[in-house]
């Protein structure tokens, strides 16, 4: 079954630390692998695109990888702020042949992350 | 707007009523998306629109739920006699379409069913 699994399910740390969120899938064929970030009341908004090749992928303070041999990535967040308390989605394309691929996204429950002052 | 619109953001609707939520997506974005947010849950595809094709409804929960996209730019979603169930954030999502692009999400209509 094409499954995408998010740990830890909520996290708290306090403003400036650096955290870890992870994320299983064993979602057949692997395309992509999308980390997306969810504020309260909001849409998602997209952090990060790893396709099979790459390995890591940055932006700003937020770094992903993704070992595709294992079937596993990460979300790496660096001097954590008040503004990065969001849920945190990953997100696993299984349509390698198509455009416009995005039908076939399998979601993850997500990460609730709170920064505390 | 630079940004995926939804209106109306919040629906407080009698059980048995019809809903109509509303979409105008990314200027210039062929691919439009709906999606069901429920609490605890990860987005439910709903159904996509792509160009002039035929869209891909497979992800209807019912035939209550029904969808249009007018003009190749703002779709409708529609639910017809609503039920307690179908309370959910409905998110509407626009996109280039081509090769792997990112999803681009409006914040979503949250309906309650009463």
Redesign the interface.
Known sequence: KNQ?EQSPQSLIILEGKNCTLQCNYTVSPF??L?WYKQDT??????LT?M?FSENTKSNGRYTATLDADTKQSSLHITASQLSDSASY?CVV?RDVRK?????K?I????TSLAVNP | GAG?SQSPSNKVTEKGKDVELRCDPISGHT?L?WYRQSL????E?LI?F?GNSAP?KSGLPSDRFSAERTGGSVSTLTIQRTQQEDSAVY?C?S?L????????????TRLTVT
């Open positions: 995408v395309s992509n999308r009341g909001r849409g998602p908004v997209s695109i396709t989605i394309s455009a416009g691929n995005n039908r996204l979601w993850g429950l997500g | 995926v691919a998306y605890g849950q990860g987005l595809f996509y792509q891909d998110l999502a996109t379409g081509t090769g792997v692009s990112p999803l681009h999400f409006g914040n979503g």
